[in-house]
């Protein structure tokens, strides 16, 4: 490569992303996923558009598995624990008995109604079935729903790559013959259990590292908490462990912890999530070729795609859900808000890069499924929320972040007050902080006072907090109540205790 060739990516790289985050403000103003813009980009500048060439399997399926790395890293992160443990058994179950039973259902009608061999009707099914995760917590911002639901969403499209790559890369390589049903069933447990054992061991490290450290700049602290997570897969998969389950177990035990400079972290997450999903969708659609795509490629992905939505993920949802209080209104959102995205084009382009019979037809079925059923998915996903009654009417309470005094073994908390929080009206005075910590600083517009214990907090001000490391919980979690429920928020209780 010369450095004109370098000159010409950059600016074809720049123009792409510029292009694409511009996009996601149309997608937004027209109710169109953004994926599909992204995907519609690739298309545009490809094989049938402007000409680029790019028809390398292999490069895709690198590319496309570091992409969802970032992505899954990027979920975990910004996944709220207290909202996932309540859903976290039925989200693991429709991870894996779940993802199971729709590709049992799929892969026999692939095979029955469509006349597929089975190998290319277990792939299909198996490439199909798993949802994915950019585009499940692109929806999570999108609507707020109840926190079971959001969390059985979450952990859902967090953890069922996991079996579904082993199963697909099986398939692909023909191990499974080797290993058998039965064997089969073992490794998948096996990667998934040691993955997951490792992304917890690796989380907890990489947290205790971070919170004990006191780095110089704010922006090392999002770029060590990346390569925490990224460790996390890369330990996993050199022990052919899930290498996907560890970095999504890491990146929720990183996102949970009391981190330095959290909202800095966040929204550092957040753009390199953005970019990831970017980044795939526009090389996903330079590898579609429509000029390939033939008429009965169309039929077989929108009548397998349905097979798929209407009845195979409804019956895996109703057998998952058999063993939890899950009422057939949140059974039906559920099964509905399972999206396809990325996941099933990038799965797709392992049997492609392995060279297997009809990985074309394969990819080129898969584009289709997931084009056509991504469009009738979420277009009524806001008000089939409100009508199955899981729509929430919260919004964000409030955002802290954090920033360590080493000096004073203390941390400053800064405080924004969104127009959704109930913190808005309330007096310093009457949020009754343990003693220890205390209001130093409002910031309001482009003006900051020292504020009094009568002085209102307004919607949009930023409260600075300086808070000994011992109080840092109790601080938060009464600024949390007092956010969510006003200020007789835990009036009973002693404004002393760390815990009010």
């Given at each position: 490569m010369t450095s004109h060739d370098l000159d010409v990516i950059l600016l074809t790289g720049s123009g792409v992303l510029i292009l694409a985050v511009l996009a996601v403000r149309l997608s937004v103003g027209i109710g169109l996923p953004s994926l599909l813009m992204y995907l519609g980009l690739g298309i545009l500048i490809g094989y049938d558009g402007a000409g680029v060439q790019f028809a390398d399997a292999n490069i895709a399926l690198v590319l496309g598995l570091s992409a969802l790395i970032l992505i899954l890293a990027e979920g975990g992160l910004t996944t709220n624990w207290s909202t996932m443990r309540p859903a976290l058994g039925l989200g693991v179950l429709l991870a894996t008995v779940g993802t199971s039973i729709s590709v049992g259902i799929v892969a026999a009608g692939a095979h029955y109604l469509f006349g597929l061999d089975w190998q290319l009707a277990v792939l299909i099914a198996a490439v199909l079935s798993p949802t994915d995760a950019a585009a499940v917590f692109s929806v999570l911002r999108s609507v707020p729903l109840k926190s079971r639901v959001s969390g059985v969403l979450e952990t859902e499209s967090g953890l069922n790559d996991a079996p579904i790559v082993v199963l697909v890369t099986a398939i692909s390589v023909g191990e499974i013959n080797d290993h058998g049903v039965g064997g089969f069933l073992a490794l998948v447990v096996f990667e998934l259990v040691i993955g997951?054992?490792?992304?917890?061991?690796v989380g907890w490290g990489g947290a205790r590292l971070l919170r004990r450290a006191a780095l110089p700049a704010a922006g090392l602290y999002p770029l060590v908490v990346?390569?925490?997570?990224?460790?996390?897969?890369?330990?996993?998969?050199?022990?052919?462990?899930?290498?996907?389950a560890a970095v999504y177990v890491a990146a929720v035990v990183l996102g949970n912890t009391e981190l330095p400079h959290r909202s800095a972290t966040r929204s550092f997450v957040e753009g390199i999530g953005w970019l990831a999903q970017i980044g795939l969708?526009?090389?996903?659609?330079?590898?579609?070729?429509?000029?390939?795509?033939?008429?009965w490629h169309i039929g077989a992905g929108v009548g397998i795609g349905a097979l798929l939505t209407f009845v195979a993920r409804p019956a895996s949802v109703a057998a998952c859900a058999a063993w939890f209080r899950v009422g057939w209104r949140e059974q039906l959102f559920i099964g509905?808000?399972?999206?396809?995205?990325?996941?099933?084009?990038?799965?797709a382009t392992i049997p492609l890069a392995n060279g297997v019979t009809q990985s074309i037809d394969l990819f080129n079925i898969t584009f289709v499924a997931v084009v056509v059923y991504t469009i009738v998915q979420a277009a009524p996903l806001h008000r089939l929320a409100r009508w199955c009654g899981v729509e929430s009417d919260r919004g964000r309470d409030v955002e802290i972040d954090a920033a360590p005094l080493e000096r004073i073994s203390a941390d400053l908390l800064q405080i924004h007050v969104p127009s959704t929080s109930r913190l808005a009206g309330v007096e310093v005075g009457e949020l009754r902080l343990p003693e220890?910590?205390?209001?130093?600083?409002?910031v309001r517009g482009d003006s900051?006072?020292?504020?009094?214990r009568t002085t209102r907090i307004r919607v949009g001000d930023e409260l600075l907090i300086v808070t000994t490391r011992d109080l840092r919980e109790g601080v938060?979690?009464?600024?949390?109540?007092v956010a969510r429920h006003g200020r007789l928020a835990g009036w009973d209780l002693d404004p002393r205790r760390r815990d009010a």
């Open positions: 997951a054992l490792l992304g917890l061991l990346f390569a925490v997570t990224v460790l996390a897969y890369a330990s996993a998969a050199l022990i052919h462990a899930s290498g996907f969708f526009v090389m996903l659609g330079l590898l579609v070729h429509p000029s390939d795509i033939q008429l509905w808000a399972g999206l396809r995205g990325a996941v099933p084009i990038v799965l220890g910590a205390s209001v130093t600083m409002v900051t006072l020292v504020p009094h938060e979690r009464r600024l949390r109540s």
